[in-house]
């Protein structure tokens, strides 16, 4: 069983779209979380929900809308789609938050392309 | 502005032998520090983690050092093996269970036959 799934694994769609990229975990986590590692190959968080509830948000455009409809999910959708929105996307959980030496599982990824 | 940084983008090293994966770090309040592996086009995978009160931290074949002292942080893998060839990721953390987990740009390693 995947521990931290997330659909689809590749995007590809044209600029000013919008689309969503959906995360699932069965691990039971309360912490879930979105990153974005970009073509310098940084890993940058993006968002973390604890149970449900927003806790960090990084310096992200509000093009990028963090929604969490239950504690094993956390969905990101983007609008507008921009050039420089082309990156691979993971989603992690955590049993909590990230700090105090708690590691996060990851998923595979989601590889973003905007043309 | 990079609080974690491994300045090594690649290193090499002959089965058997040992690797040393170096990552620096600039942020004196950091109290975490974590290795991450990853293979393409998969996630990266948790592999050690030291707290900032030890200067050791060993599971099987994997130690890894911090000296505090020097805000450097080194990963050693002893006998390497194939399988290790992979991605390696340093990240760290500071200010309880909401801090957020910072990310080196990671040191790719290859273990040849």
């Known amino acids: 069983d995947t521990a931290v799934s997330q659909t689809p694994k590749y995007l590809v769609t044209q600029m000013g779209n919008d689309k969503s990229i959906k995360c699932e975990q069965n691990?039971?986590?309360?912490?879930m979380y979105w990153y974005k590692q970009d073509s310098k190959k940084f890993l940058k968080i993006m968002f973390s929900?604890?149970?449900?509830?927003?806790?960090i948000n990084e310096t992200v455009p509000n093009r990028f809308s963090p929604k969490s409809p239950d504690k094993a999910h956390l969905n990101l959708h983007i609008n507008s789609l921009e050039l420089g929105d082309s990156a691979v996307y993971f989603c992690?959980?955590?049993?909590?938050?990230?700090?105090?030496?708690?590691?996060?599982?990851f998923g595979p990824g989601t590889r973003l392309t905007v043309l | 502005d990079q609080q974690v940084k491994q300045n090594s983008p690649s290193l090499s090293v002959q089965e058997g032998r040992i690797s040393i994966l170096n990552c620096d770090y600039t942020?004196?309040?950091?109290?975490?520090f974590l290795w991450y592996k990853k293979y393409p086009a998969e996630g990266p995978t948790f592999l050690i983690s030291?707290?900032?009160?030890?200067d050791k931290n060993e599971d099987g074949r994997f130690t890894v050092f911090l000296n505090k002292s020097a805000k450097h942080l080194s990963l050693h893998i002893v006998p390497s093996q194939p399988g290790d060839s992979a991605v390696y990721f340093c990240?760290?953390?500071?200010?309880?269970?909401?801090?957020?987990?910072?990310f080196g740009k990671g040191t790719k390693l290859s273990v040849k036959p």
């Open positions: 992690a959980s955590s049993p909590r938050g990230s700090g105090g030496g708690s590691p996060l599982f």
């Open positions: 691990l039971g986590h309360d912490t």
């Open positions: 929900y604890n149970n449900k509830e927003l806790i």
């Open positions: 942020n004196s309040m950091f109290d975490y």
């Open positions: 030291i707290s900032s009160i030890k």
């Open positions: 990240a760290a953390s500071a200010g309880g269970s909401q801090g957020n987990l910072i």
